[in-house]
């Protein structure tokens, strides 16, 4: 895949992770807060974690892969 989305169906004090690289320095990170209905797309080429800052629920998010044609 190209490009990943991740769509946060039911989410709650989640943060997500990006690792990227801007081709002067290495390993730079994007910290970004999920909510509920919200999107976030990047390049497949980057690694990414989630992050559940809280223990009374379960976050819900759907990953989506695109291939550009």
């Known amino acids: 895949p190209d490009y990943t989305l991740l769509y946060g169906v039911k989410v709650k004090d989640c943060n997500v992770t990006i690792l990227y690289d801007d081709n002067r ?3 730079k990170s994007w910290n970004i807060e999920l909510k509920n209905n ?3 797309m990047f390049p497949s080429t980057c690694m990414y974690y989630l992050i559940n800052n809280q223990k009374d629920s379960v976050n819900f998010v759907q990953t989506i ?3 550009y044609p």
């Open 25 to 27: 320095r290495k390993n």
């Open 38 to 40: 919200m999107f976030i």
């Open 65 to 67: 892969t695109y291939e």
